[in-house]
């Protein structure tokens, strides 16, 4: 099974770095604009293969990978909010389940920004399924753009920074054929993800379902 998973990685990264050769950093950017938006692109597939590359070639700058996804993971989040305050809540709530945003996570997302309110912003760059929904809450309530922007901009170059010193550790085992490390690795960041929405997403948004009940 390592071995398998050993040579899928190298066949995605091998696929990933032509794709980059071509599109750059331009192409980061919009595959990070894509993850913060309504579609399901995870962007622990975009910036840790690309900055491996950048520290095995030296071909890009693992400094311009960080503000190529921060300014992708930007403009996704503004599309966003900006969708979302024009549209209005009822228009999110009845059609957003065409778009995979159902009611539910719709409302979670609100419950989030009104418990944490601008730190939420921030905090949403780090944690999975918070992360490309918090920009409804915050257009509907016409949240200052401008703040906006400053909190999504902080926690963006944060998360792609710690995914930048992943890619590196990661892929350096990969090169390696320590395919038991990458499994430690892969464990160690699930269990922190997984922590920190449990912690603060899960436990917030049940307490909040059962005080409805």
Request: with cysteine.
């Amino acid at each position: 099974m390592l071995h398998q998973l050993h040579v899928w990685l190298n066949q995605l990264a091998d696929w990933y770095k032509a794709a980059l050769d071509t599109g750059g950093y331009p192409l980061i950017a919009l595959l990070m604009a894509i993850e913060s938006s309504i579609f399901p692109l995870p962007s622990e597939v975009v910036i840790p293969p690309a900055a491996h590359i950048a520290h095995t070639t030296g071909k890009f700058s693992m400094v311009w990978i960080v503000v190529a996804g921060t300014v992708g993971s930007w403009v996704g989040a503004a599309v966003m909010y900006w969708v979302s305050r024009l549209a209005g809540r009822p228009f999110v709530l009845r059609y957003g389940k065409y778009f995979f945003i159902p009611p539910a996570k719709v409302e979670g997302a609100e419950r989030w920004a009104a418990r944490f309110g601008p730190f939420g912003i921030f905090a949403a760059r780090l944690l999975p399924v918070v992360r490309h929904l918090i920009g409804i809450p915050a257009g509907i309530v016409r949240m200052d753009f401008w703040l906006y922007s400053l909190y999504t901009l902080a926690g963006s170059a944060l998360w792609c920074a710690v995914l930048c010193w992943l890619g590196v550790k990661v892929g350096a085992d990969i090169t390696k054929g320590e395919m038991h490390r990458v499994t430690y690795w892969l464990i160690g960041f699930l269990v922190v993800v997984g922590a920190l929405y449990y912690f603060l997403v899960h436990r917030h948004m049940k307490g909040a379902d059962a005080a409805k009940k």
